[in-house]
C-alpha cells in the first residue's frame, strides 16, 4: 500500500478566487472549451469557444456536429496567424485537449497548455462564465432548424458580445470595441478639368 499522501492546501485571494495562472497581458492565456447543442431536429452540435483571459474577447466560436483534436489544432492555426501565439493556453483534462497531437503541436508552435484539476470546472472561470452567457443570452432563446442556421446566428451574436455588448468586469465596455471615425472625411470634388480651347471673348 502507498504512503497515504498529505492534502494540499490552496492559497485564496479575498474575493473567494484561487490563486492560479493569471492573465497578464493580452495573449498571455487563452482557455477554451467546448458546448453542445441541438437543431431543431434534435441532432447534436458542438461549439468551440476560444476567450483571451486578459480582453475576455471571444477570439472564435467552432460550430460542426462532430469536433475533434484535428479541429482544434485547425481552429488554433488560423487564430495564431492572425494574432500570434499566446503565452499559455488553459483547458480541461477532455480528450480532444489533452490528445498528443494537440499536446505536440502547441509545444511546436511555442505555447504552453495548462490544464486545469479534473473536476474543478472554477479553475477555468473565464471560459466557464463565457459558456453561461452564451447560454442564457442565446442558446436557451433561439431554436436552429440548420447548422448552417446555427453557424450564422451564433457568430453574429459573438461578433455583438465582443463589439457592443458591455461587461461589467471591463468597466461596463466591450471586449473589442469597433472604431468608428466621426465625422466620416467626406469626399473632395474633383477639380474641373482645363477646357482645351480657351472660350471666345463677347463682342459687343
Known amino acids: 500500500m502507498p504512503q497515504k499522501q498529505p492534502k494540499k ?14 492573465p497578464e497581458y493580452p495573449n498571455h492565456v487563452w482557455s477554451y472549451d467546448f458546448v453542445e447543442d441541438r437543431t431543431h431536429d434534435g441532432r447534436k452540435f458542438r461549439m468551440l469557444n476560444i ?5 475576455r ?18 481552429v488554433l492555426s488560423d487564430l495564431f496567424i492572425l494574432r500570434g501565439v499566446p503565452g499559455h493556453i488553459r483547458s480541461d483534462n477532455g ?8 499536446r505536440e503541436w502547441i509545444t511546436a508552435v511555442g505555447a504552453k497548455t495548462a490544464y486545469i484539476e ?3 470546472p472554477w479553475e477555468n472561470g ?20 440548420t ?15 465582443n463589439t457592443i455588448r458591455p461587461h461589467s468586469s471591463l468597466g461596463y465596455r466591450p471586449p473589442a470595441p469597433e472604431t468608428v471615425l466621426w465625422p466620416a472625411a467626406q469626399p473632395q470634388p474633383a477639380s474641373p478639368a482645363t477646357p482645351a480651347v480657351a472660350p471666345r471673348p463677347i463682342m459687343h
Not at 9 to 22: A, E, K, Q, T
Not at 51 to 55: A, S, V
Not at 95 to 102: P, R
Not at 126 to 145: P, Q, T, V
Open 9 to 22: 492546501g490552496r492559497l485564496w485571494l479575498n474575493d473567494g478566487s484561487c490563486i492560479r495562472l493569471r
Open 51 to 55: 476567450i483571451d483571459e486578459f480582453t
Open 57 to 74: 474577447e471571444c477570439l472564435a466560436i467552432r460550430v460542426n456536429r462532430k469536433l475533434k483534436a484535428v479541429d482544434v489544432i485547425d
Open 95 to 102: 480528450s480532444e485537449f489533452v490528445a498528443e497531437a494537440v
Open 118 to 120: 479534473p473536476g474543478s
Open 126 to 145: 473565464c471560459c466557464e462564465s463565457f459558456n453561461s452567457k452564451l447560454r442564457d443570452e442565446l442558446l436557451k432563446g433561439e431554436i436552429f432548424y
Open 147 to 161: 447548422l448552417k442556421e446555427a453557424r450564422i446566428v451564433i457568430e453574429n451574436w459573438r461578433r455583438h458580445y
